[in-house]
């Protein structure tokens, strides 16, 4: 079973950058993997996922051109760049794995392999 655990996260100011790491136990080369994020009250959103193999990348609209997301199968490691961050960012941020198609990791039920979380604060 492979364990996720997410680094990184902190208080930025608004336009700020942050980067977040997640550190997997065991081999993720096989996996889709993601980062996802949520607030008090809200239902988890997908941030930004990628493929296995080609490191195919999906978006959520709201993190287009600020987020950018990549993985290093030989280190075992995901991250997510921040740049340009909004208050709006703001959450606790998790990644997460599931052996499954391309086709088939978009949302977080898609998931089941998950970290702890991160905090995230942006200040205006």
């Known amino acids: 079973q492979v364990h996720l655990l997410e680094f990184g996260g902190g208080s930025a100011q608004t336009g700020g950058s942050l980067k977040l790491s997640c550190s997997s136990s065991?081999?993720?080369?096989?996996?889709?993997m993601g980062w996802f994020r949520q607030t008090p009250g809200t239902e988890r959103e997908a941030v930004a996922t990628?493929?296995?193999?080609?490191?195919?990348?999906i978006y959520g609209d709201s993190v287009k051109g600020r987020f950018t997301i990549s993985r290093d199968d030989t280190r075992n490691t995901l991250a997510l760049q921040m740049n340009s961050l909004q208050p709006e960012d703001t959450g606790s941020y998790y990644c997460?794995?599931?052996?499954?198609?391309?086709?088939?990791?978009?949302?977080?039920?898609?998931?089941?392999?998950w970290g702890q979380g991160t905090q995230v604060t942006v200040s205006s």
């Open positions: 990628i493929s296995p193999g080609t490191s195919d990348t």
């Open positions: 997460a794995a599931v052996a499954a198609p391309w086709g088939q990791c978009r949302e977080p039920k898609d998931f089941d392999i």
């Open positions: 065991g081999y993720i080369g096989a996996f889709c």
